[in-house]
């Protein structure tokens, strides 16, 4: 495995299921955010689709400066944690805390 790791370090391209290894994602993760128009810019050889280590840099920082519809995407994940994490603080609190 480690030298699986080490050989998708220098490539100029990777493959659907390299990039996410790389990114520590799964594939239906990948293919979520292609379809909401948040993933990297796939290129095409034949049948096969690849990423560019280009595309994987500016796609790993438009995710750390999201815009637009990632910025509007991550706020409302950001509210539903919140939410959530509110609702299993009172959710676990004994019956006369209440």
């Not at 790791?5 to 994602?25: P, V």
């Not at 096969?48 to 400066?65: D, F, G, H, S, Y």
Request: proline share 4%; charged share 25%.
């Amino acid at each position: 495995m480690e030298a699986l790791k080490l050989a998708l370090l220098e490539k100029s391209s990777y493959t659907i299921n390299e990039f996410c290894l790389r990114n520590s994602m799964s594939a239906t993760l990948f293919h979520k955010l292609i379809a909401q128009g948040l993933g990297p810019k796939p290129y095409r050889v034949g049948a096969k689709v690849l990423i560019t280590a280009e595309a994987e840099r500016e796609w790993k920082l438009a995710m750390q400066n999201p815009t637009g519809r990632a910025a509007e995407i991550a706020e409302r994940s950001a509210a539903m944690l919140k939410r959530k994490a509110t609702a299993a603080q009172q959710g676990s609190r004994p019956a006369d805390a209440r």
